[in-house]
């Protein structure tokens, strides 16, 4: 079966710091990868999704960026944090191909301070 | 006007009950549509997918697409204080620029009540 895995799970930054999150799947092969941030109270907003290996989509312009640097890795960079950078990061993977459902990970709570 | 809508809620319920989540969507060339739940400090967990008009039955839950009306609604049946959650609609458009992406709403948070 497949499994998802994020980390770190929680994480306190200040201002100004680089990030990097992590994500990856397992038990697949040539998923669809995803980026979401969900704000307190809030949905979920698309920041990146990736098709395939060096293959990024961005949805929203900001300080973040996404590589994919192999089959089932995900990572969310960011060189210098802004406080609206906080929230709730979730990387979700869905089968290759047309719309098909899509799975979350456990996420990254990550507080700007 | 949101792509995806769904009530906020809170919506609370009796233990027993049905609960009724419903969903509008605007792209009507939407083909694929899921429900999700998230309990509070987790992550989206998926619950249902729905691809036809009608209605499709998972245990207690029943997901209801009506593509005319551009709506989808989840029920719950025999509602449980573990159903207590935040239910999230999705809606796949390829006016999004590829048929792999997915538009949630905002959830509606249930409150299912002992």
């Known amino acids: 079966s497949q499994t998802i895995h994020q980390w770190p799970a929680t994480l306190v930054q200040p201002v100004g710091s680089p990030l990097s999150l992590e994500c990856t799947v397992e038990g697949t092969s040539n998923p669809n990868l995803y980026w979401y941030r969900q704000a307190a109270g809030r949905g979920l907003q698309l920041l990146f999704y990736?098709?395939?290996?060096?293959?990024i989509s961005s949805e929203v312009p900001q300080n973040l960026s996404a590589s994919r640097p192999q089959d089932r890795q995900f990572i969310l960079s960011s060189k210098k944090l802004l406080l609206s950078d906080s929230g709730f990061y979730l990387c979700?993977?869905?089968?290759?191909?047309?719309?098909?459902?899509?799975?979350f990970g456990p996420g990254t709570r990550l507080t700007v301070t | 006007q949101k792509e995806v809508e769904q009530n906020s809620g809170p919506l609370s319920v009796p233990e027993g009950a049905i609960a009724s989540l419903n969903c509008t969507y605007s792209d009507r060339v939407s083909q694929s549509f899921f429900w999700y739940r998230q309990y509070s400090g987790k992550s989206p967990e998926l619950i249902m997918s729905i691809y036809s008009n009608g209605d499709k039955e998972d245990g207690r839950f029943t997901a209801q697409l009506n593509k005319a009306s551009q709506y989808v609604s989840l029920l719950i049946r025999d509602s449980q204080p573990s159903d207590s959650a935040t239910y999230l609609c999705a809606v796949n458009s390829a006016r999004l620029g590829s048929a792999r992406q997915l538009t949630f709403g905002s959830g509606t948070q249930l409150t299912v009540l002992p």
């Open positions: 990736s098709v395939g290996i060096g293959q």
């Open positions: 979700a993977w869905s089968a290759g191909g047309g719309p098909r459902e899509q799975y």
